[in-house]
């Protein structure tokens, strides 16, 4: 999965309240989709799915060298968006997701697009 620019991302990403909603549990999983939203409900919603890239059982979940970009960038307080199929993907570090790491990794977005992490929000399914 090539990286991919948060600044080619729709402008309004930067601008309004969003959330980031999963449309499936977390509940440890490897790996989660989702949608962002913005809070009003006035744009088309944005695909974006999460992975955890060290998940390696039956098989990896992440090209070595895109894991590599995701630790570098997280190791220097950032995130790795990679072009996935059919979805942008979020990459973070670990084997499972939890609802810690997928809000860190939504504020780290939030930062990334230029907009303040306080304007957004998770929303999880259990």
């Known amino acids: ?3 991919a620019d ?3 991302l729709p402008e309004w990403l930067g601008a309004v ?3 980031w909603q999963a449309t499936e549990t977390v509940a440890d ?4 989709t989702g949608v962002l939203v913005d809070a009003e409900r006035t744009q088309r919603p ?6 955890a890239v060290d998940a390696a059982w039956p ?24 072009e996935g199929s ?12 939890g ?10 977005l939030a930062r990334a697009v230029g907009a303040k992490p306080q304007r957004y929000s998770v929303q999880l399914r259990l």
Do not use: I, K, N
């Open 29 to 32: 999983a490897d790996t989660v």
């Open 99 to 108: 609802a810690d790491l997928v809000s860190e990794a939504v504020r780290r």
């Open 46 to 51: 944005v695909r974006l799915d999460l992975v």
């Open 59 to 82: 098989e990896p979940v992440c090209p070595e060298t895109d894991r590599r970009a995701v630790h570098q960038a997280w190791h220097y307080g950032e995130v790795a968006l990679l």
């Open 1 to 3: 999965m090539p990286l």
């Open 6 to 8: 948060p600044f080619d």
């Open 17 to 19: 309240d969003v959330v």
């Open 86 to 97: 059919p979805a942008l993907v979020l990459g973070v570090p670990g084997s499972a997701l």
